[in-house]
């Protein structure tokens, strides 16, 4: 009873599996039966498609030296799949080529600037210079004649001052003793001296009075006339007494020199 029951079963199981192997045979002869009518192309099943390969990247190129080079630069790019590309030309001026160097000449030495030429000398008179008149302490009776040269070039003193004070018709004579032994020459800005002796200390001279008003003439080179225009000193507020000892010195170059003579 056993046995029998054993061959059924395997008759049982050996029936299941040859209707799972036909059915199986028909189901595959139908699929290639429909493939063939689509297209007459073979298409196998559940075939897993090739995994795309990432590209390798690339090493960035170093980058290109810079030059200090002036130009323009155009490009044109066209795309194909899903990589894009840019080509382009750079066009630029050309550096100028460096001249090659050059031995430079010794320049001439400039010459050394010179000084203006002296100023030609004139004859002092009174346009062209300052008269201060200023009474004397010591000697006693004594006036100081102080001639400035104002003009821009030297200038000339010759022989003494003709003064005439008021309305005197004459000038009165140099004392010769005070004659120096050269021309008095003024450098502008420069001062030159005479001393005027007004009246007798012991009041022995006659005709003594006061005046108020003073006159400096100037002679030229003979000593004889008189040149330019005449200065006019300030006086003392008083006037100055003046009799018939009056007499004056040759210009001098220092105060001292025309205080003594």
């Not at 075939?47 to 690339?58: D, G, N, Q, R, Y």
């Not at 810079?66 to 750079?90: L, V």
């Not at 550096?95 to 320049?107: E, F, G, R, S």
């Not at 040269?149 to 005070?178: K, M």
Request: glycine letters at 10%; one cysteine or more; a neutral charge.
């Amino acid at each position: 009873m056993s046995g029998i029951r054993t061959a059924r079963t395997a008759r049982t199981r050996l029936l299941t599996a040859a209707a799972s192997v036909a059915i199986a045979a028909l189901t595959l002869s139908a699929c290639n039966d429909d493939a063939a009518d689509a297209g007459g192309r073979t298409t196998t099943a559940n075939t897993p498609a090739p995994a795309a390969t990432a590209p390798a990247t690339a090493a960035p190129a170093p980058a290109p030296a810079t030059t200090e080079t002036t130009g323009t630069s155009t490009g044109t790019g066209t795309s194909t799949g899903t990589s894009t590309g840019t080509t382009g030309t750079t066009t630029g001026a050309k550096p100028a080529p460096v001249p090659a160097p050059t031995t430079a000449k010794p320049t001439a030495k400039a010459p050394a600037p010179q000084p203006p030429a002296a100023a030609k000398a004139v004859t002092c008179e009174g346009s062209t210079t300052k008269t201060v008149a200023a009474p004397l302490a010591r000697p006693l009776n004594h006036l100081l004649l102080t001639v400035t040269n104002t003009g821009s070039a030297p200038c000339h003193l010759y022989g003494y001052p003709a003064v005439r004070f008021g309305e005197a018709q004459s000038v009165p004579p140099v004392i010769e003793d005070s004659k120096p032994q050269a021309v008095v020459t003024l450098m502008p800005g420069q001062a030159g001296y005479a001393a005027v002796n007004l009246s007798a200390t012991d009041g022995s001279a006659a005709h003594g009075h006061t005046e108020t008003t003073l006159t400096v003439y100037f002679h030229g080179p003979s000593g004889n006339e008189s040149v330019g225009t005449g200065s006019n000193p300030a006086m003392p507020p008083k006037g100055l007494y003046i009799d018939d000892s009056l007499k004056v010195t040759y210009w001098q170059q220092t105060m001292d020199d025309a205080v003594a003579g």
